[in-house]
């Protein structure tokens, strides 16, 4: 189990319409109850975000208390406005009711041609606008099978991190996520993410001083399910998860978290 505050959060990618998305909010609100000990996010596409942030807030209103749940983003851009069409700015995530950005996913690595560079950008930018990255990492099956975990996991936390000082990095939630493991169903073990989650941390370590690593809370993506997360969970750097399909269903995510949640 690990020293820090666990966060489970559900990347719902591009799933869901309008209808679904407030439904499963709600769902997601209302059972979140019973698990103080953990912080839960739901990040939808970014269309639905306005509406998601009512439906949770009117979730919890009926329940007469304050929402449990926080929004993210899954993406934003490293400015704050401007000429740049189809974009949005994490200024405007801030503004529709997000805490939380997903920045340098692997799927936006991969489709979108995203490196280390602009990743880095765009964690500034969004620390600027005062949200919470979730800057993801990890490696290709290939990489791993050549023996390069380490070296690609650390290439992409130093290039994604450059320049930020300890008190930067201090506001950051990092996620391995292997893609080899993403919407595979083929989970990491948990001595594999540990290995890795204990590299990233000394890694951190040597960026920004032991004690700011020691309170960062690193993720596990990748196939996370209600049936593999208390071995995940178990783990001692292992500080929750970020979902992706299991996240679509709103016991399952809960199951998730309470895994977590201890
Ligand atoms: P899956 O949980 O569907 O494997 O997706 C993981 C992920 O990419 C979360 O960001």
């Known amino acids: 189990m690990s020293a820090r505050r666990p966060i489970v959060a559900g990347n719902w ?45 009117a979730a919890a209103a009926t329940e007469g208390r304050a929402p449990r749940v926080a929004i993210g983003g899954q993406n934003a851009w490293d400015k704050p406005t401007g000429a740049f069409t189809g974009e949005v700015s994490p200024q405007m995530l801030a503004d529709v009711g997000c805490r939380y950005v997903i920045l340098g996913h692997s799927e936006r690595r991969t489709l979108c041609s995203e490196t280390d560079a602009v990743v880095n950008a765009k964690v500034n930018a969004a620390l600027a606008a005062g949200l919470t990255p979730i800057v ?18 650390a290439g992409q936390v130093r290039g994604s991190l450059a320049g930020l000082g300890a008190a930067e990095i201090a506001r950051l939630v990092i996620a ?87």
């Open 176 to 262: 391995y996520e292997p893609v080899w493991a993403i919407g595979t169903g083929r989970v990491a073990t948990p001595a594999q993410a540990q290995a890795v989650h204990a590299l990233i941390r000394g890694l951190l370590g040597s960026l920004a001083g032991a004690d700011t690593a020691a309170g960062v809370r690193i993720q596990y993506g990748g196939s996370v399910k209600p049936d593999n997360a208390a071995e995940l969970a178990a783990q001692p750097d292992i500080d929750g998860a970020l979902v992706g399909g299991a996240s679509l269903d709103a016991p399952g995510f809960l199951a998730i978290a309470r895994a977590f949640a201890g």
């Open 13 to 57: 990618k591009m799933n869901g319409l309008r209808a679904a998305a407030r439904v499963l909010a709600a769902d997601v609100e209302l059972a979140s109850g019973g698990m103080p000990t953990v912080d839960l996010v739901i990040c939808p596409p970014a269309v639905h975000i306005t509406e998601v942030e009512e439906q949770v807030r």
């Open 136 to 153: 993801c990492v990890g490696e290709t099956l290939a990489e791993r099978e050549s023996g390069r975990t380490d070296d690609v996991v």
